[in-house]
C-alpha cells in the first residue's frame, strides 16, 4: 500500500508541474490571431519573447495605418520599473504572478493624463496560445481587448 501511495504521489507531482507556468514558458515568437482578437486597426501584431528568469523582454512589432513599429518592454516580474514610450510618454510597470496568469500593471502618463491599464496573460494547456486580456481606464474612457497569439 505504501509503495502505490507513494507511486501516485509522485506521479501526480511530476503531472502537476508539468503545467506550471514561469517567465521562461512565455518565450517564443507569438502572432496575433487577428480573427480570435478584438478588432483594432492593426494588420498584424507579433510579440518576440525572451525571458531570463524573472525578467521578460518584449519586442512588438505591428503593422497598421502608420505602418510598421516596433517598440521594446522589459517586465521584472515583482518589481515596479519607469521608462519611456517610444513616443515618450513616461510608463510606470508592475509585473506579478496571480496563480499561473502574469499581470502587468501599467500607469502611461500621457499629456492629457493618466492611463492605467492591467494585462492578464494567460497561457493554454499546451503552451501553444497566448491570451492577453487587457483593460485600459483614461481621459478618453474606458476600453477592453482580447488579444489571442499563437506561438510560431
Known amino acids: 500500500?505504501?509503495?502505490?501511495?507513494?507511486?501516485?504521489?509522485?506521479?501526480?507531482?511530476?503531472?502537476?508541474?508539468?503545467?506550471?507556468?514561469?517567465?521562461?514558458?512565455?518565450?517564443?515568437?507569438?502572432?496575433?490571431?487577428?480573427?480570435?482578437?478584438?478588432?483594432?486597426?492593426?494588420?498584424?501584431?507579433?510579440?518576440?519573447?525572451?525571458?531570463?528568469?524573472?525578467?521578460?523582454?518584449?519586442?512588438?512589432?505591428?503593422?497598421?495605418?502608420?505602418?510598421?513599429?516596433?517598440?521594446?518592454?522589459?517586465?521584472v516580474i515583482g518589481r515596479e520599473i519607469a521608462s519611456k514610450m517610444p513616443d515618450g510618454d513616461e510608463v510606470v510597470t508592475r509585473a506579478q504572478w496571480d496563480g499561473d496568469a502574469l499581470v502587468i500593471v501599467s500607469t502611461i502618463k500621457e499629456p492629457d493624463g493618466a492611463v492605467e491599464s492591467k494585462e492578464r496573460w494567460t497561457l493554454s494547456a499546451d503552451g501553444k496560445t497566448l491570451t492577453k486580456l487587457r483593460h485600459s481606464h483614461g481621459p478618453r474612457g474606458d476600453r477592453d481587448e482580447t488579444h489571442v497569439l499563437e506561438k510560431q
Open 1 to 75: 500500500m505504501k509503495r502505490s501511495t507513494g507511486f501516485a504521489l509522485s506521479l501526480m507531482l511530476v503531472a502537476s508541474s508539468a503545467f506550471a507556468v514561469d517567465a521562461a514558458s512565455f518565450s517564443g515568437t507569438w502572432k496575433e490571431n487577428m480573427e480570435k482578437s478584438t478588432r483594432t486597426n492593426l494588420t498584424s501584431y507579433v510579440n518576440e519573447i525572451k525571458a531570463s528568469g524573472d525578467t521578460l523582454e518584449v519586442t512588438t512589432t505591428t503593422n497598421g495605418p502608420r505602418g510598421e513599429r516596433t517598440s521594446s518592454r522589459t517586465y
